[in-house]
């Protein structure tokens, strides 16, 4: 995408009945209509919360505006020697540096949108998550992975289509528990019960292993002398 449909993306909407050209793009500080776009692209970098103390407001005074900027552009971080390393009274003149000045701005302004975009989007996410009921997302959840769709489900046959479902999928095996009859909630406590017995010393199982691998390979790195020593150590 260009720098110029990148800048309409983003919102900017040029002074006046012209359209934003390219040629703006080079103008340099001179140029009102230039100033005029870089001030509009720093006031966008610090609503998206990149900068607090910096801004550049003097759009009719190209002196000012030329400090404003170069002190925005230092506390940004800018990385371009053309554009900070040059004596003040020359900077953004030459239509090269003022287009380089441009777009830079702009990807800077873009990326802050997008990460803006991404942390607004996780916050509904979080709100949405904090203020549905669990046993609904849950649900929601298990209609989605099955395929089914929720809104020609209704309240008094959902569990049917999920077990309608469930019977229609195939199983990978047979099922290693299938009790005659429904069983009680305090067998269902044991049975939960035992079965974080059998994930802990799966666990403890998977540690000692990882453990015996990792002073395998350790002892390649012993010294001679030094492996009855260690040897006995870990006995």
Do not use: H
């Amino acid at each position: 995408m260009d720098t110029v449909n990148l800048l309409l993306k983003l919102g900017y909407q040029p002074g006046g009945d012209s359209p934003l050209e390219e040629a703006t793009l080079g103008g340099g500080i001179s140029q009102p209509g230039y100033r005029a776009l870089i001030q509009w692209l720093t006031e966008e970098i610090r609503r998206y919360g990149a900068l607090d103390d910096e801004s550049v407001t003097s759009v009719d005074d190209e002196v000012c505006f030329r400090w404003e900027l170069s002190s925005f552009l230092k506390e940004l971080g800018c990385p371009y020697g053309a554009l900070m390393d040059v004596p003040l009274t020359e900077r953004f003149r030459e239509a090269g540096d003022a287009r380089m000045l441009v777009e830079y701005l702009v990807g800077e302004c873009a990326a802050l949108a997008m990460v803006r975009r991404q942390r607004d989007q996780e916050e509904r996410r979080f709100q949405v998550s904090v203020l549905e009921p669990c046993t609904e997302r849950d649900l929601l959840n298990i209609c989605g992975a099955l395929g089914l769709s929720v809104e020609n489900l209704r309240a008094d046959n959902i569990f049917n289509e999920i077990n309608q479902r469930l019977n229609d999928e195939p199983l990978v095996g047979g099922l290693l528990f299938r009790p005659e009859v429904n069983l009680t909630a305090c067998q269902w406590v044991r049975l939960e019960r035992t079965q974080a017995e059998l994930l802990a010393e799966y666990s403890l199982r998977q540690q000692m292993m990882l453990k015996r691998v990792d002073l395998t390979m350790a002892a390649f790195q012993w010294k001679g002398k030094d492996g009855p020593a260690v040897a006995q150590t870990y006995r």
